[in-house]
Structure formats: C-alpha cells, structure tokens
C-alpha cells in the first residue's frame, strides 16, 4: 500500500511519483524516509567478506578461498580470470575501495606484506614506487616485514632513485620494534580518521553511502512515542507532496 501511494500503483509509471527515490533512501535525520539502498548494503557486507579474508577468520569459506583460490598469494595481487564464483569476481573489483577502509599494525610482522599490505600512511608500497621498487631495493614482492627488519634494522640495498629515497626515507622513520609473541592486528576504519580491530556494519554503510545535510525538524516527526501514520503525512506535508486541492488544479494546467 505504501509503494502504490507513492509511486502512482506502478512501479512502471514515473510522471506521478510522489516522492524520488533518491529522497526515500536518505536516513530519516537527513530529511529521508530511512529506507536503505540495497546497492549500499550489499557493498557493505562484500567488505564485510573481504574484512574476514585479513581478520583470519575461522570460517570454512575463508580456508577455502585461501587454499582453493588464492593458494598463498595476496588477495591484493589476484587476478580476476576463471577461477572462483561471480562473488569472488566482484570482491576483487572492490579493492580499491577495500584499500580506503583496512590497514595494519605491525606486531610480529610475519603476517603483512611488505610491499602490498597497507601498513603505511600513504598506502601500499608497490603502488606508490612500482614494481621496480623490487629489483632496485631487492626485496621480493611476496615478503613479509618480518623478513625485510631484522633486528631492529631494514635489510634493502640503497638507491639513487629519489622517488624511492623518500619513500624509504618514510619506511625508516616509522618507529617499529617487532614483538615475536604478538599477532599482527587488521583494524577497519570507523570514522574519518578512526580505526578499530572490529567491523561496524553501521560505520561502514555510513561511510560508503552519499551523506546530506542533516534536517532540523527531524525528531520532530520521528520519535518512539509518534503515530507512523501521522508521521508519514507529515514527512510528505513537509516535501509538499501531499495531493491537496492547490496541487490537483496545478496538475490540470500542465
């Protein structure tokens, strides 16, 4: 009932939609219906994989993708080709958007990848130098901190390149000090600058959608004590939506 009095009956006919789509799915205090976008949350809990697949998750899909599929390459270096379901296919296109919310804290280091992991401020060190950062630093692309510091110093050969000077240089001046006994920790982004070792379905939907201005009459309809109905109408009153005698002599000139 709620859809045919505010799209016209028919999802098929546009021209007398009460109210857009895109106000609908705006949360309830930034002027929306509090109806979420099922393109959002379905990103949402395609991270929420991607998160399992770092947080060394117990879960037999997890064993599996890692024995199966990736067979001891990053997850960050696979390739999208035949192998694995349409799921798996539309993970690896959301790693760039991946890359925006994990990141790593150093303990052991026998867990994050030198060059591909995103241990650093400014990202994955083999997409900020290159792929020759390898041959010239002579670190191989698969190892793990733990095998490039030892004992408190980094082991890779100098460089004349400048590019890859100051990257090192940034490398260098991060303090680490690796613990044997302690287990690298995954923590995903929460807030704008904020990182914590659990996943927040809430926190990352509200990162991953299109935020508004929030409205001030908000509480004002939607509170625990209100009528839904009453609120409804209210909420259309306010978007000037509603089908009263001025608007139905509007649409008859048109």
């Not at 099922?38 to 037999?60: A, E, H, P, Q, T």
């Not at 390739?79 to 919310?101: C, I, T, Y």
């Amino acid at each position: 009932m709620l859809s045919a009095f505010l799209w016209s009956g028919s999802p098929n006919i546009s021209s007398k939609s009460k109210v857009a789509w895109e106000e609908v799915f705006k949360p309830k205090d930034e002027g929306g219906f509090g109806i979420r976008r099922i393109k959002d949350v379905s990103v949402v809990f395609d991270l929420k994989l991607i998160w399992r697949l770092f947080n060394n998750s117990d879960s037999l899909w997890v064993q599996w993708v890692k024995q199966t599929i990736l067979r001891g390459e990053s997850f960050w270096d696979a390739r999208v080709g035949a192998v694995g379901s349409w799921v798996w296919k539309k993970l690896l296109q959301l790693r760039p958007l991946a890359k925006q919310f994990l990141c790593m804290e150093v303990r052991n280091g026998k867990s994050i990848g030198f060059w591909t992991d995103i241990w650093l401020p400014i990202g994955s060190l083999i997409e900020v130098i290159g792929e020759r950062g390898t041959q010239k630093l002579g670190i191989v692309r698969n190892a793990k901190i733990a095998n490039v510091l030892v004992e408190d110093q980094w082991r890779c050969r100098n460089s004349r390149d400048s590019t890859i000077e100051k990257v090192l240089a940034q490398v260098k001046a991060k303090p680490l000090t690796l613990t044997p006994n302690a287990a690298d920790i995954v923590k995903w982004k929460r807030g704008d600058v904020e990182y914590v070792s659990e996943f927040s379905s809430y926190s990352t939907w509200n990162i991953v959608r299109t935020q508004n201005i929030k409205v001030p009459w908000a509480k004002l309809i939607w509170f625990k004590q209100g009528m839904p109905r009453y609120a409804f109408v209210t909420w259309l009153t306010i978007k000037d939506r509603l089908s009263t005698g001025s608007r139905m002599r509007a649409w008859g000139l048109e």
